[in-house]
Every structure is written in structure tokens, then in C-alpha cells.
DNA sequence: CGCTAATTTGACCTTAGTCAAATTCTGTGG
DNA sequence: CCACAGAATTTGACTAAGGTCAAATTAGCG
């Protein structure tokens, strides 16, 4: 399921901490210790847990990606971040001690490792590398969101649709960008059909080709200069 | 400066690791202890710390009120939170090891105590309570923003407006909401002038009443039906 | 091959931003 | 206490961005 190779090469793992769990996990999977966790695999478009639930422990991204949202008062979804293979979901709502107030759900096939809570905790407790870089973690996202809410608010359309897709070359790493229209929109926070005359502009530009679902991007320097600063 | 009225009665604390922070605080007031902080006043728009700048430790207020904000690509600010008395800012940052991403000003005349980076640290290494407490309410903090986020996204102006108020409700407790238009708009996320309309509708509707810079919200209902959800 | 869902286009209209000008406040010095 | 300069607020006129709705087209899957 999950080798060294794997470990070492696939998993983009950007932490400390991160690399002190899937450490754990892979010592477990070879040696056969302690810290309980299971790996499961869902299709596209399974939700690993709904906005409202309660959270029992944590998503470790073997392969695949998943999408986190959060839904609007008309049922419309705000993507607020793409999580990929290495990190981590569904831990934050677990700290809070209350219900998740976002869902996340597979936007490919995704095999994915569960640790269930206490066990989380549990290795928190001792663990002080993992403590520590899970509070940077933390803070850095709010930085992270403080940003995007200072974006929404101050920039046109266009502008964060070209910042969007600069998030998305990375979380694609290399492959072409391949997201629904919807999501796309709901990732920039716009309606569909304002997203799709966009990319259009974007290809007369010459700035992405697409291939149906495919978006390649074409010229980063433009989206750069596009999304501003 | 502060005694222990102020810190049962008028400081508001919300969580026990401010709690522990504020206590460790006063009993240095009270027994002259070992953690050092010091007591500083700023006038109304002096800054506590600006974007860029090195974190060096945690601003704890303890009177008056200070926004969070970021300078968009143009210089416009966009408010990210508004803290009041017995809240603590700046430690966020602080965690990740890198400049400040946003700024901090006094809104008014504030008193507020400040405690070195080294000596909230090592204060966190020995608590696990201080500890577990950020670690949660950087979490919850993390709930807010994809709330904030998703507001941006897909809420009118009029709608965000009204949920502002609401927050402001809370921030200003009991007292009028008394703030600038321009501070008033730039956590609204719109332009000034588009604030002014829409407050004058407010108090045409009878929602709120005006006394120059001071708003006194007269239906809170009504508000929550326009904020939604 | 056919059916459903996703994408795209067109027409229209509302919201909210911009710019300029008028008015009102506020703090300061006389 | 009053006058006044500079800010802050308010109003008006205009414009543009982007949302909505409906219809047409295309893609993807069984």
C-alpha cells in the first residue's frame, strides 16, 4: 500500500510534521506496531466527511486529491482549499472539539489513511516536533486566508481566476489542470458561466490551452502579472 | 494598571489558556514574578506591529481595541478581525517564523501588555492547557475564515454589511458601534461610498439609528434576516 | 448509438465601483 | 468661545463587471 518509494519520491511532503506521521505510518506498515490507522480508498466524488459531522480523526492523502468546501446559504459550494497527496485533512474541526463547518470530498480516486483521533491526540501529547509544526501549520493558514479573504474582496474576476490557477499548477504539479467548470468557479468564487468566458479570454490570449477538462497553462508569466503583485 | 476587578470584570476572556496568560499576569503585577512583560499605552492609529515586520512576542489587551488588516495591491486595507480587551494579537505570526502578513493598529487609546516571543514560548513548553488552547483557537479561528471566505464569495454587500454589524454588536457590547466609514467598509470589503448607501437604507428601513460615527442598531432581528443563515 | 450531464453562448439587467463635487465634522490656534 | 483648514462624509451621475436565465451545443458513459 504505502512503501518507501512511495514515502520518499511520490508524497510531496513539505513538513516536518507531516513527515513525522507518514514516518509512523510507515514504520506501522512495515514493522507492525502501535499506532492504529486503516487506508481505504474512495472514488471520485465520495465525501470523507460532511459539513455538520463529527470528527473522529484524521485523512492522511496517500494518493489522489480532495477538495475542501464549505456551502453558501443557497447550497453553493466555496472551495477553500485542494488538498494533495502528503497532507492532511479533517484535523482542524477535530482540535475545536465541534462539528466540521466544511466538508471534503474526492476529486479523483483517492487512497487515503485514517487515524482516528485518540490515537492522534495520543502521539500529539509526545510528540513535540509534531506539536509544534502542526501550530505552525495552523498559523500559516490563517495567514493563507487572510490573504484569499483580502483577495475576494479586492479583486476582479480575472485577477484571481489567473492567482487560482497559479494554486492549481502546484496542486497538479506538472499535469494539466483537470477540474470541473464548477468547481473551478466555486474554487474562484464565481458563477460558471463568468468562469467559462474567462478562460476563454485566456485561451484568445494565448495564455492556456485547454483540451476539454484540461486546462495547460501556457504562459505562468502572464497569470503572474494577471494576479497582481 | 491592573487588578483583579479588571481581570474578572471587565476584561472578557473567553477561553482558559487566556485565562492562564492573563493570570500569569496579574500575579506578576501582584507578587513581582519571573515572567517579564510590560505595559504599554498606544494612542488612537498607532500601530502595534506592520506587515513585514519580525514578530517579537504577543500584544495582550488589555483596554481598547485593535484591527487586524492587509494592505491589498492598491493600499487598500482589508479588515480581517477586530479585537477588544482580554483577546491577544500577534502570536499567530509569531508561530510561523516568517514577517507579519498583516498589520495591527489601536482603534482608540488602548493599554495593552505585551510578553516576549522567548518568554511565551517557553510559557507554552511547561502548559499544556496555554498550549492545547491556541492549538484549539487557531482551529476555530481557521472555521471563521472559510465562513469569511464564503461570505466574500457569494453574499451581496448589503448582506455582508449586515453581518458586520452583527460582529460589531459583539466587539463593541452594549455600547454604539463607533468606527470610521472607511474602517467600516474595509472589513465590509466594499468602497466607501457604497457603505454610505447602504447604511442610509439601514436607516430608512429603521434598522439603525446614526449619530455621526455613532451607529446604534436598533433591530437585531432584522439584521440576522439579512445577513442570512 | 442514445441519453444525461456538463459546457458554452447570448441577451439582459442589477449591483456595486469610480470620479467629482458638495457638505459636514473635528481639532487647533487665536 | 469662535473661526477655519483639513478630513471625513455624503450625494450625484455614470459605468462596468459580473450575475441570471434560457437555450443551444458538446462530451461522456452505459
Given at each position: 500500500?504505502?512503501?518507501?518509494?512511495?514515502?520518499?519520491?511520490?508524497?510531496?511532503?513539505?513538513?516536518?510534521?507531516?513527515?513525522?506521521?507518514?514516518?509512523?505510518?510507515?514504520?506501522?506498515?512495515?514493522?507492525?506496531?502501535?499506532?492504529?490507522?486503516?487506508?481505504?480508498?474512495?472514488?471520485?466524488?465520495?465525501?470523507?466527511?460532511?459539513?455538520?459531522?463529527?470528527?473522529?480523526?484524521?485523512?492522511?492523502?496517500?494518493?489522489?486529491m480532495?477538495?475542501i468546501?464549505?456551502?453558501?446559504?443557497?447550497?453553493?459550494?466555496?472551495?477553500?482549499h485542494?488538498?494533495?497527496?502528503?497532507?492532511?485533512?479533517?484535523f482542524?474541526?477535530?482540535?475545536?472539539?465541534?462539528?466540521?463547518k466544511?466538508?471534503?470530498?474526492?476529486?479523483?480516486?483517492?487512497?487515503?489513511?485514517?487515524?482516528g483521533?485518540?490515537?492522534?491526540?495520543?502521539?500529539?501529547?509526545?510528540?513535540p516536533?509534531?506539536?509544534?509544526?502542526?501550530?505552525?501549520?495552523?498559523?500559516?493558514e490563517?495567514?493563507?486566508?487572510?490573504?484569499?479573504?483580502?483577495?475576494?474582496?479586492?479583486?476582479?474576476?480575472?485577477?484571481?481566476?489567473?492567482?487560482?490557477?497559479?494554486?492549481l499548477?502546484?496542486?497538479?504539479?506538472k499535469?494539466?489542470?483537470?477540474?470541473?467548470?464548477?468547481?473551478?468557479?466555486?474554487?474562484?468564487?464565481?458563477?460558471?458561466?463568468?468562469?467559462?468566458?474567462?478562460?476563454?479570454?485566456?485561451?484568445?490570449?494565448?495564455?492556456?490551452?485547454?483540451?476539454?477538462?484540461?486546462?495547460?497553462?501556457?504562459?505562468?508569466?502572464?497569470?503572474?502579472?494577471?494576479?497582481g503583485?
Amino acid at each position: 500500500m504505502i512503501d518507501k518509494f512511495r514515502f520518499d519520491n511520490a508524497l510531496q511532503i513539505r513538513s516536518e510534521w507531516q513527515r513525522a506521521i507518514w514516518g509512523q505510518i510507515l514504520s506501522e506498515q512495515l514493522q507492525n506496531q502501535e499506532l492504529k490507522h486503516s487506508f481505504i480508498t474512495y472514488k471520485k466524488g465520495a465525501q470523507l466527511f460532511q459539513e455538520a459531522s463529527i470528527p473522529r480523526g484524521v485523512y492522511c492523502i496517500n494518493q489522489g486529491m480532495v477538495k475542501i468546501f464549505k456551502r453558501g446559504d443557497e447550497g453553493k459550494e466555496q472551495i477553500i482549499h485542494i488538498a494533495k497527496a502528503g497532507e492532511m485533512v479533517g484535523f482542524r474541526a477535530m482540535f475545536t472539539e465541534e462539528p466540521y463547518k466544511v466538508g471534503a470530498e474526492a476529486l479523483e480516486e483517492s487512497n487515503i489513511c485514517f487515524i482516528g483521533k485518540e490515537d492522534f491526540l495520543s502521539l500529539m501529547d509526545t510528540n513535540p516536533v509534531l506539536r509544534n509544526g502542526i501550530i505552525k501549520e495552523l498559523s500559516k493558514e490563517l495567514a493563507d486566508r487572510a490573504d484569499f479573504i483580502t483577495n475576494m474582496a479586492q479583486k476582479s474576476v480575472r485577477e484571481r481566476l489567473a492567482f487560482t490557477m497559479l494554486i492549481l499548477m502546484d496542486v497538479f504539479d506538472k499535469q494539466p489542470i483537470n477540474l470541473s467548470r464548477e468547481d473551478l468557479a466555486n474554487f474562484v468564487g464565481t458563477a460558471t458561466e463568468t468562469l467559462i468566458r474567462l478562460l476563454k479570454d485566456f485561451k484568445e490570449e494565448g495564455i492556456i490551452e485547454v483540451q476539454t477538462r484540461k486546462i495547460f497553462v501556457l504562459q505562468r508569466e502572464r497569470l503572474l502579472q494577471i494576479a497582481g503583485k
